[in-house]
Each structure stands twice: as structure tokens, then as C-alpha cells.
């Protein structure tokens, strides 16, 4: 059965630094990866999806990279601000089953 | 620019009342889901349409029903509400393609307590 983790399940950092959150699963016969954002008492937001294909994907300071075989992925957050501060979620798709999520990484970033 | 509703946003219910959860979606997206989100379980599927007139079971679709009224509308309804059922119910849709390969847009959750 798919697990998704992530970790760490919270970051706390200062403004301005670049960090990187991590999601891990266990079968790496996926479709795609999802990285999503939730705002506190909040739906999800999609960030970033990487087919299976795919190595990386780019949306401003967003960079994700998905390495299938490893079953990695990261989320790169470039310059982070105050504004970055929400509960980040990645979510992996197989052939048959619905959206698997992991726990997500509350990030909290101080100015 | 609406995306997808859910209607209500909180909801206290007693055991055994039944309710039914709203969502619509101004996309003309094909797919619809149910997702419940509960603290350290992470977000699971209850259950999916992939198009109108059809409806699959996910991961926990016990003690749930679903109707997809149209392409827009997909409910979500409790028979008998138990205490095991207060979470956040999410409801999500997608672009036609293969259900599960396009983004999924989400709404802003139900938040229902059950006493």
C-alpha cells in the first residue's frame, strides 16, 4: 500500500532564507506528484504538478523535483516571506486508486 | 471566479440527525470528489465522480452517500451522523482527462461536529 511522509511535519524560519520541504513514497509506480498549499481553515490550493516523466517543475519561487525511482520528491521555496507561512501537502497519484496525501509541513516563516 | 462551494461552512449536528453537504463547481470540470480531513490522518477519499450520472467508492465511504446532481452539483449526505464522522469535508473537481491526472481545485471545507 502507498505511503506518503513528509518531513519535517513543521519548519519555523526567518524571511529571506531558501528551504526545502521533503515528501517521500513508498511504490514509485505513479502518475504524477502534487504539491498543494492550505491556509489555515482553508481549502487546498495546488502549487505544482509533476508527471511521472517529468524531473521538475517551476512557478516563481517554486521549484519542485520528483525523482520517481528514489521515490522523492522536494519542495524548493526561494526567498521565503511571511506570506509563505501555511501547511504545504504532497500528494501522489497510481493507476486505480485516488490522491494519496501525506501528513504536510506546517512552515512558518518570520519577518 | 468562484471555483468550487461548499455549502455549509459549519455545521453541529446531533447522533443519528442526517444532513446533506453541498458543493457545486463553475469549471465545466467532469471529475468531483469527497475528501474528509482529519488531525493526523491527512486528507482521505470518501468518494469520486468522474463524470455525470457516475459514482465510486474511495478509501472510508461508510456511513456516506453521494447524489452528482448534474455536471456542477455533487453532495455528499449523512444517514445517521456518529461522532466518528466530525472532521472537515472537502470537495474537490477536475479537468476532463484521465480522472486523476489534471490538478484537483478544492473548496474552502465544511466543518461539522457531531455531539
Known amino acids: 500500500k502507498q505511503e506518503v511522509t513528509q518531513i519535517p511535519a513543521a519548519l519555523s524560519v526567518p524571511e529571506g532564507e531558501n528551504l526545502v520541504l521533503n515528501c517521500s513514497f513508498t511504490?514509485?509506480?505513479?502518475?504524477?506528484l502534487q504539491w498543494f498549499r492550505q491556509d489555515p481553515g482553508k481549502g487546498l490550493t495546488s502549487l505544482l504538478l509533476?508527471?511521472?516523466?517529468?524531473r521538475e517543475q517551476t512557478s516563481g519561487r517554486l521549484n519542485a523535483s520528483l525523482d520517481k525511482s528514489s521515490g522523492r520528491s522536494t519542495l524548493y521555496i526561494a526567498a521565503s516571506q511571511p506570506g509563505d507561512s501555511a501547511t504545504y501537502l504532497c500528494?501522489?497519484?497510481?493507476?486505480?486508486?485516488?490522491?494519496?496525501f501525506g501528513k504536510g509541513t506546517t512552515l512558518s516563516v518570520s519577518s | 471566479n468562484a471555483g468550487v462551494t461548499q455549502t455549509p461552512k459549519f455545521q453541529v449536528l446531533k447522533t443519528g440527525q442526517s444532513m446533506t453537504l453541498q458543493c457545486a463547481q463553475d469549471?465545466?470540470?467532469?471529475?468531483m470528489y469527497w475528501y474528509r480531513q482529519d488531525p493526523g490522518m491527512g486528507l482521505r477519499l470518501i468518494y469520486y465522480?468522474?463524470?455525470?450520472?457516475?459514482?465510486d467508492k474511495g478509501e472510508v465511504p461508510n456511513g456516506y452517500n453521494v447524489s452528482r446532481l448534474n455536471k456542477r452539483e455533487f453532495s455528499l449526505r449523512l444517514e445517521s451522523a456518529a461522532p466518528s464522522q466530525t472532521s472537515v469535508y472537502f470537495c474537490?473537481?477536475?479537468?476532463?482527462?484521465?480522472?486523476?491526472?489534471?490538478?484537483?481545485?478544492f473548496g474552502d471545507g465544511t466543518r461539522l461536529s457531531i455531539l
Open positions: 474537490a473537481s477536475s479537468a476532463p482527462g484521465l480522472r486523476f491526472e489534471q490538478p484537483q481545485h
Open positions: 511504490d514509485s509506480a505513479i502518475y504524477n
Open positions: 509533476i508527471q511521472s516523466s517529468q
Open positions: 500528494a501522489v497519484h497510481q493507476a486505480g486508486t485516488a490522491l494519496i
Open positions: 469549471m465545466n470540470h467532469n471529475s
Open positions: 465522480s468522474a463524470s455525470e450520472g457516475t459514482t
